[in-house]
């Protein structure tokens, strides 16, 4: 453990506290910002936001992107229209942050849990499969949930660390029992699976670019779909439900005020020139990491998996038991080289230990052993 303290510090070069994440600078962020003080367009209306919200799209390959305030809004946003309301329920993997499960409570709906996969980390079409063959038939165009007599109205799976899962197997089987596709890729931003952009499989997706993620807005978030009535109807309800007048105050239902400032996309619209060339230095990182690690036999690094590419958002190794994981934990930190494990399982916090689960054992089986480590773009 000294060596892999002596080899990070190494790389980052510095002996000094090391965060887990830090976001990087050294673009046009400052010019861009400036500009935009000049302009005094500093709010929700901007040619940074308009700017960013095309460019986002070309650059992941969808149609239409919104800008929101942060990614837990364009959660929630991408959750109504895909029709989810009070009393249904939505599918989502117990291993996630959160805001997964918070976009999903807003509504007033309630998370049910399948399995994640072990190499993924993200939600297992083979558990949901299982899960909905079990306890869930189609009636009237729905899916109901037999024991709690519920419709299952979408599912949410989620890119871990920007690992995609297989989100392609997970569609098909969404489409069969008539479950909407909500993918949250908050974490996968520049992460691919066989070939076509995470985020972008779902009927809606949506990214974050919170300060940790791997790009920033300070805070932020954009929904991205296809579909033209859902872009309209994206914007107009992150945008206080505003009926488009030249000068009017109008509104005709309740809205949201989660339209993304134009100083924050000033900043992102910087952010999202230098994506590339921080994909390139994770995926680099991720390989000196690997080599280092693969010496060690009670350390498993954790490696994109199959016919994916990812962006190595949050590096990631698999410790032998809980035990191992503690310690590892603990002499890190104590050595200021900040780690971190995996989340809690949402079905086992208070606000949620009541929600119905699948066999959860990959999800238990990470959670007591998943560490993050140094993750930021080495300079
Ligand atoms: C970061 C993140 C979000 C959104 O977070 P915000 O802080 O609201 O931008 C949602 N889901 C996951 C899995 C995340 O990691």
Known sequence: MQKLVEFIQDIYKTKEFLPLHEPRFIGNEKKYLNDCIDSTFVSSVGKYV?????EFASYIGSKYAIATVNGTSALHISLLLADVKANNEVITQPLTFIATCNAISYIGAKPVFVDVDLDTMGLSPKSLQEFLEKNCEL???????????????ACVPMHTF????????IKDICNKWYISLVEDAAESLGSYYKGKHTGTFGKLGAFSFNGNKIITSGGGGVIVTNDEKLAKRAKYLTTTAKVPHPYEYRHDEIGYNYRMPNINAALLVAQLEQLDKF???KR???SKYEKFFNVYSEIKFV???????SNYWLQAVILKDIDSRN?????????EVMTRPIWKLMNELEMFKDCQCADLKHAKYLEQRVVNISSGVVL
């Open 50 to 54: 308009d700017r960013f919200e095309k």
């Open 139 to 153: 009636a009237d165009g729905h899916c109901i949930n037999k024991t709690t007599n519920k419709i299952i109205k």
């Open 162 to 169: 920007g690992h995609p899962c297989r989100i392609d197997e």
């Open 279 to 281: 994909l390139v230095n």
């Open 284 to 286: 680099d990182l991720a």
């Open 303 to 309: 490696k994109e998996p199959q016919n994916s590419n």
């Open 327 to 335: 310690k590892f934990l603990d002499y890190t930190n104590k050595n």
